[in-house]
């Protein structure tokens, strides 16, 4: 359910964002057109995150299953 809060806001912050910077490209608004390019570069960096802590996790998941498959044949 995180995941997909987290991929629904940087999908929404990645659309403001090029909203904002398309009207600051077309109003000549340079402080506008670069809070938009920020949102979405923010949006894109939070993605890459997530990624990240996702295979995090599974490389975890992975590890405890090895360990616990070793340990098992261990006692025998």
Do not use: H
Not at 30 to 46: P, R
Request: overall charge positive; charged content about 45%; aromatic content about 0%.
């Amino acid at each position: 359910m995180k995941d997909s809060k987290n991929a629904m806001k940087n999908t929404k912050d990645k659309i403001e964002g090029k909203i904002r910077e398309t009207a600051g490209e077309l109003t000549g608004n340079e402080q506008l057109e670069l809070k938009g390019k920020l949102q979405a570069e923010k949006a894109k960096i939070s993605e890459k995150m997530n990624v990240k802590d996702n295979v995090n996790e599974l490389k975890e998941e992975i590890a405890k299953k090895m360990n616990d498959g070793i340990d098992k044949k261990r006692k025998k």
